[in-house]
Nanobody, 122 residues
Framework: QVQPVESGGGLVQAGGSLTLSCAAS????????MGWFRQAPGKEREFVGG??????TYYTDSVKGRFTISRNDAVLVYLQMNNLKPEDTAVYYC?????????????????WGQGTQVTVSS
């Protein structure tokens, strides 16, 4: 099984940028679909974006044009976040699923990282 491990969170001012990394442990991300999710206090975990092994990406409307997912050598997946807003503040998680399609519901993903905190100040 593959275990994702996130890093790169932190505190940033509104309008700034952060890049989150998700590293593969145990196996590579080869042939896995990757999803990025976030969870703010008191809210449900929500889909941010996903990347299929074939290279297709899909984002939720609120981050389109600001966030970009990329992969590197099947062991790293990145979430580049630009023009951050206070409402982007949350714990961010990466997750994997063995199916080919990007899914937007958390229950469709098999393995999850521990999460990394992103805080955007106004």
């Amino acid at each position: 099984q593959v275990q994702p491990v996130e890093s790169g969170g932190g505190l940033v001012q509104a309008g700034g940028s952060l890049t989150l990394s998700c590293a593969a442990s145990g196996q590579t991300f080869r042939r896995y679909t990757m999803g990025w999710f976030r969870q703010a206090p008191g809210k449900e975990r929500e889909f941010v974006g996903g990347s299929s092994w074939s290279g297709y990406t899909y984002y939720t409307d609120s981050v389109k044009g600001r966030f970009t997912i990329s992969r590197n050598d099947a062991v790293l997946v990145y979430l580049q976040m630009n023009n951050l807003k206070p409402e982007d503040t949350a714990v961010y998680y990466c997750a994997t699923r063995s199916g080919a399609a990007i899914q937007t519901t958390p229950t469709q993903y098999d393995y999850w990282g521990q999460g990394t905190q992103v805080t955007v100040s106004s």
